[in-house]
């Protein structure tokens, strides 16, 4: 369904931005999504929260128990992304 008509963006770019990660500011800056008229904005709201919600991100840690699994509710959040973001940029 098209959500956001003067862009031409449906709700499927817009979940699938958020399964990415991506919060709705980063969408709407990689979509141009509520950017003209604003008449969308409720509704990519809700689907970046719903998609938010029921995908959350995942990160592994090593512990000395064992391994431990860790959820997100953004990619940036997760320390498992930021240390390789980290090493990758040094």
């Not at 953004?74 to 240390?83: D, F, G, K, P």
């Amino acid at each position: 369904m098209i959500v956001c008509v003067c862009r031409r963006v449906s709700d499927r770019e817009i979940a699938r931005h958020a399964r990415a990660g991506m919060s709705f500011d980063d969408i709407q800056f990689e979509l141009g999504v509520a950017t003209q008229c604003g008449r969308c904005e409720g509704c990519a709201r809700d689907v970046v929260q719903q998609c938010s919600a029921s995908h959350p991100v995942a990160a592994i840690h090593a512990q000395p128990q064992g391994q431990v699994i860790q959820l997100a509710s953004h990619i940036t959040e997760s320390r498992a992304w930021n240390s390789s973001h980290h090493s990758a940029a040094a």
